[in-house]
């Protein structure tokens, strides 16, 4: 789950992770009382979107006046912000969030995350922050430095050395960045983040480290830990076809494709997916039914694939193990008869009951092209679409 800037920022706070003093409008009756209680004398008005590249984008004004702040940020209110993040269809801006400006003496990147091959927290670092980082992790990838946290010694003093080393701090600011490694560490743990991403961390004119941005996604998994960090969520934020697939506890991202799929297995989805583009088609989704579902979630499904319209064909690629390939087929005709399906639909049983659930299937009166195995599945659907 991602949050907002500004909400990063007030957690951020709780951890004495410094950070510049700003206030966020929800709506543009609330932009002029907004700029209002910010100091100056520089105004950073900033969109405030689940997408990075907001600089290049038009989505960050710097400004030197309360009039040009709230000039600014009333032509920002409401626009369709497009940036490398967000496709060629952007994000609408539906909050701002003004904050002092800094001056910047340096620009720095930090961010830390969770590294699968270790198992371990790491903290990435460079000296060269700012709008092209990834540009220089492109072409001059031994200006980023990786940092593995031992999980059993914390953040210890030779992390903070190679740290300081890599974003070549002086000898006199290594205790600032030792406060600041050590609580994002802890901030990181305690609240289950899978990413933070500081760019720029700056230096000032007065040698103060200060974060100037903050993204940070949490791990879906352990929200049921931290209902304050699930009351942050900004349902505007994020793609309505995967919150309505949350609901029904189905694992769901949308693709750009024409092909909807829907799998048992996360690693038979992928390898659904796979073989489709082998064939020459393009899927329009990843969907996880889960090992246990039931002829109510299957519908479910059949209803979240159908409302994208984009999806030209159905392929259903089943295995039976824990799940029964009769109960799969029973969904199936059930969503079929329901919705009215009109798009071609193939399906691939195996498994557990796989002659009940052929028989369902034969039986229901609906066209369906049946499937001797996923190479076989992948052809027809392909071909049909």
Same mark, same amino acid.
């Given at each position: 789950?991602?949050?907002?800037?500004?909400?990063?920022?007030?957690?951020?706070?709780?951890?004495? !992770?410094? $950070?510049?003093?700003?206030?966020?409008?929800?709506?543009?009756?609330?932009?002029? +009382?907004? $700029?209002?209680?910010?100091?100056? =004398?520089?105004?950073?008005?900033?969109?405030?979107?689940? @997408?990075?590249?907001?600089?290049?984008?038009?989505?960050?004004?710097?400004?030197?006046?309360?009039?040009?702040?709230?000039?600014?940020?009333?032509?920002?209110?409401?626009?369709?912000?497009?940036? =490398?993040?967000?496709? =060629?269809?952007?994000?609408? $801006?539906?909050?701002?969030?003004?904050?002092?400006?800094?001056?910047?003496?340096?620009?720095?990147?930090?961010? &830390?995350?969770?590294?699968?091959?270790?198992?371990?927290?790491?903290?990435?670092? +460079?000296?060269?922050?700012?709008?092209?980082?990834?540009?220089?992790?492109?072409?001059?990838?031994?200006?980023?430095?990786?940092?593995?946290?031992?999980? +059993?010694?914390?953040?210890?003093?030779?992390?903070?050395?190679? !740290?300081?080393?890599?974003?070549?701090?002086?000898?006199?600011?290594?205790?600032?960045?030792?406060?600041?490694?050590?609580?994002?560490?802890? /901030? /990181?743990?305690?609240?289950?983040?899978?990413?933070?991403?500081?760019? =720029?961390? !700056?230096?000032?004119?007065?040698?103060?480290?200060? &974060?100037?941005?903050?993204?940070?996604?949490?791990?879906?998994?352990?929200?049921?830990r931290h209902p304050e960090i699930e009351e942050l969520r900004d349902p505007n934020e994020e793609d309505k076809y995967e919150l309505e697939a949350a609901k029904h506890d189905l694992a769901y991202i949308k693709l750009d494709g024409s092909i909807g799929?829907?799998?048992?297995?996360?690693?038979?989805?992928?390898?659904?997916?796979?073989?489709?583009?082998?064939?020459?088609?393009?899927?329009?989704?990843?969907?996880?039914?889960?090992?246990?579902?039931?002829?109510?979630?299957?519908? +479910?499904? /059949?209803?979240?694939?159908?409302?994208?319209?984009?999806?030209?064909?159905?392929?259903?690629?089943?295995?039976?193990?824990?799940?029964?390939?009769d109960i799969i087929a029973d969904g199936i005709v059930a969503a079929a008869k329901e919705l009215n399906i009109t798009v071609p639909l193939v399906v691939r049983l195996e498994g557990t009951n796989v002659q009940e659930g052929k028989d369902i299937l034969?039986?229901?009166?609906?066209?369906?092209?049946?499937? @001797?195995?996923?190479?076989?599945?992948?052809?027809?659907?392909?071909?049909?679409?």
């Amino acid at each position: 789950m991602n949050i907002h800037e500004y909400q990063a920022k007030e957690i951020f706070k709780e951890y004495n !992770i410094p $950070v510049s003093t700003g206030s966020v409008a929800f709506s543009a009756d609330e932009i002029e +009382s907004t $700029v209002n209680k910010v100091a100056g =004398p520089t105004w950073v008005v900033k969109a405030q979107i689940h @997408a990075g590249g907001r600089g290049k984008g038009g989505g960050v004004k710097v400004v030197f006046s309360i009039e040009d702040a709230i000039a600014e940020a009333k032509k920002m209110f409401g626009m369709t912000l497009i940036t =490398p993040q967000t496709g =060629p269809e952007g994000k609408l $801006v539906q909050r701002l969030y003004i904050e002092n400006g800094s001056d910047i003496k340096k620009e720095l990147y930090l961010s &830390c995350l969770v590294d699968r091959s270790t198992s371990k927290i790491a903290f990435i670092v +460079s000296k060269m922050g700012g709008m092209d980082i990834e540009k220089v992790a492109e072409e001059t990838p031994e200006e980023i430095t990786t940092v593995f946290i031992e999980p +059993s010694h914390g953040v210890t003093d030779d992390n903070i050395s190679t !740290i300081a080393n890599a974003l070549g701090l002086s000898n006199s600011m290594v205790g600032q960045l030792d406060g600041l490694i050590k609580n994002l560490y802890k /901030f /990181f743990e305690e609240k289950d983040a899978s990413l933070l991403e500081i760019n =720029p961390l !700056i230096i000032t004119n007065e040698d103060k480290l200060i &974060c100037l941005d903050a993204k940070v996604d949490f791990d879906d998994n352990a929200l049921y830990r931290h209902p304050e960090i699930e009351e942050l969520r900004d349902p505007n934020e994020e793609d309505k076809y995967e919150l309505e697939a949350a609901k029904h506890d189905l694992a769901y991202i949308k693709l750009d494709g024409s092909i909807g799929c829907m799998v048992n297995g996360a690693g038979l989805a992928m390898a659904s997916l796979d073989i489709i583009k082998l064939y020459g088609g393009e899927p329009a989704n990843f969907l996880d039914v889960g090992g246990g579902a039931s002829k109510e979630k299957v519908t +479910s499904a /059949f209803k979240i694939i159908l409302s994208d319209p984009g999806v030209k064909g159905i392929l259903v690629n089943i295995f039976g193990g824990i799940m029964r390939c009769d109960i799969i087929a029973d969904g199936i005709v059930a969503a079929a008869k329901e919705l009215n399906i009109t798009v071609p639909l193939v399906v691939r049983l195996e498994g557990t009951n796989v002659q009940e659930g052929k028989d369902i299937l034969n039986n229901s009166g609906i066209d369906i092209v049946s499937a @001797a195995d996923l190479d076989d599945a992948a052809k027809k659907i392909v071909e049909l679409v």
